[in-house]
Each structure stands twice: as structure tokens, then as C-alpha cells.
């Protein structure tokens, strides 16, 4: 069964961090391209990363840069998304998602789809 799941999310008070996971199944990610995305209640999706196939290009939307950072586990086919110094505004329901052939770049506009998305997992930053 080819699918994504995602994990780590939940309750943090701002300043805190959390760990986003996101284990493939069916298939290998290794040079994937690989897309995280966020949605906030009455927002639109956002897109926060997205790294292009085989490594050529990374972007990190201002919102998160010099916080969030993507991370690979080959071996267990995972990728991570770790979030630091997390502020309210980071509430969101996040997803993850991978393409075979995938373009990013450095406005956050991709060229190509994602094949693959995660069911999503809530983070909510609060005190």
C-alpha cells in the first residue's frame, strides 16, 4: 500500500519545539522531491518547504526560515520536519507531501505535482 503517514504533532507553548515526521510506505523516497505544507483555520494552504527532486533547489518560506528544518532517514524511508522556537501564528494542521519529478523554486511556486500528500497532523502552539 503506497501511502505517507504523518506524526509528532500536537499541544506546545510558544518558544517550544516539536518534531514532525513523515514514513513513506510502498515506495522510495530517497531523491524525492518533498513538500511541506501548513493550513490554518480560514487560511489558505501554505507552503513552508519544498525541496525538488534529487536536492537541486530548497525553499524555506520567510514564516519559517532559521527555524524549521528538513531532516532524511533513508533507511527508514522518512523524512522529519523539526520546528523550533514555535510561536502561535505555527498553529496549523500540517502536511507533508513527495513528487518523483519535482521543481522548486525560490518564491515557493513548484513546477510539477505532488504525487503523494500525508493525512496531516495538528500542531497547536499555545500557553
Known amino acids: 500500500q503506497v501511502q505517507l503517514v504523518e506524526s509528532g504533532g500536537g499541544l506546545v507553548q510558544p518558544g517550544g519545539s516539536l518534531r514532525l515526521s513523515c514514513a513513506a510506505s510502498g515506495f522510495i523516497i530517497d531523491y524525492d522531491a518533498i513538500g511541506w505544507f501548513r493550513q490554518a483555520p480560514v487560511k489558505e494552504r501554505e507552503v513552508i518547504l519544498c525541496i525538488s527532486s534529487n536536492n537541486v533547489s530548497t525553499y524555506y518560506g520567510d514564516s519559517v526560515k532559521g527555524r524549521f528544518t528538513l531532516s532524511r532517514d533513508n533507511a527508514k524511508n522518512t523524512v522529519y520536519l523539526q520546528m523550533n522556537n514555535l510561536k502561535p501564528e505555527d498553529t496549523a494542521v500540517y502536511y507533508c507531501?513527495?513528487?518523483?519529478?519535482?521543481?522548486?523554486?525560490?518564491?515557493?511556486?513548484?513546477?510539477?505535482?505532488?504525487?503523494?500528500w500525508g493525512q496531516g497532523t495538528q500542531v497547536t502552539v499555545s500557553s
Open positions: 507531501a513527495t513528487a518523483y519529478t519535482l521543481y522548486c523554486s525560490d518564491d515557493g511556486h513548484y513546477t510539477g505535482e505532488f504525487d503523494y
